[in-house]
């Protein structure tokens, strides 16, 4: 199921996802682009560890957070750049598994 999250240009927002892994394992987040290519946006080892952020995304408006629960992608001033689909997955069993997806919208924008 994609969850759909609107807001309003220059909010900031936090997407969340659920953590599937039952051990401290790499998250990652990644961002659909044009509805084809999946991009990596950031990944984080153990929920103790700093995340590191892949090329796109180093701009320090992204900020990668995770408790034993969940995992969260924060985005600062959300323009329409950000729009897009957001998945998080988590390596288990020499896997990535993909736990959730969120789909990021502008209150206002349609965007196809």
């Known amino acids: 199921m994609i969850t759909t999250v609107e807001v309003q240009p220059g909010e900031e927002v936090t997407l969340q996802c659920t953590n599937i892994s039952k051990h401290q394992t790499q998250a990652d987040w990644f961002k659909v682009v044009n509805q084809t290519k999946p991009t ?3 990944s ?3 929920s103790r560890g ?3 952020f892949c090329d796109g995304f180093q701009n320090g408006k992204f900020i ?3 408790n034993i629960t ?3 992608l924060q985005i600062k001033q959300v ?3 950000d729009v897009g689909l957001y998945f998080c997955g988590f390596y288990t069993n020499k896997h990535t598994v993909i736990s959730d997806a969120v ?3 502008i209150q206002g924008k349609l965007v196809g």
């Open 40 to 42: 990596c946006v950031s």
């Open 44 to 46: 984080m080892f153990e």
């Open 50 to 52: 700093s995340a590191s």
């Open 64 to 66: 990668m957070s995770s």
């Open 70 to 72: 969940f995992v969260f």
């Open 79 to 81: 323009n329409l750049s």
């Open 103 to 105: 789909e990021l919208r």
